[in-house]
Nanobody, 113 residues
Framework: VQLQASGGGLVQPGGSLRLSCAPS????????MYWYRQAPGKQRELVAL???????QYVDSVKGRFTISRDNAKNTLYLQMNSLRPEDTAVYYC????????WGQGTQVTVSS
């Protein structure tokens, strides 16, 4: 089973994108789901996480602009990204942790005029 991230693309500054992450098959419900990102030449950083009870945390740079959510019935994770900035440009990865750990393959987000 793999996680499939989608929804990335090219967007102008101030624009929005919605990322999705879903498993390719059946998995146990994840306790915590995460979004990470890695910009060229930089280390991967945690962007946001959400627990199975809906508690969320965000890195300071995206607070008020990004919203993480999940559909527990579908084991699907989302990241709504608004007011995008050039510095949000990165490959975005999803990760599920629980009985097992899974990583997605990444989806490219490019914010540029």
């Amino acid at each position: 089973v793999q996680l499939q991230a989608s929804g990335g693309g090219l967007v102008q500054p101030g624009g929005s994108l919605r990322l999705s992450c879903a498993p390719s098959g059946s998995i146990f419900s994840a306790a915590i789901m995460y979004w990470y990102r890695q910009a060229p030449g930089k280390q991967r950083e945690l962007v946001a996480l959400i627990s199975n009870l809906g508690s969320t945390q965000y890195v300071d740079s995206v607070k008020g602009r990004f919203t993480i959510s999940r559909d527990n019935a579908k084991n699907t994770l989302y990241l709504q990204m608004n007011s995008l900035r050039p510095e949000d440009t990165a490959v975005y990865y999803c990760r599920y942790s629980g009985r097992r750990e899974y990583w997605g393959q990444g989806t490219q987000v490019t914010v540029s005029s």
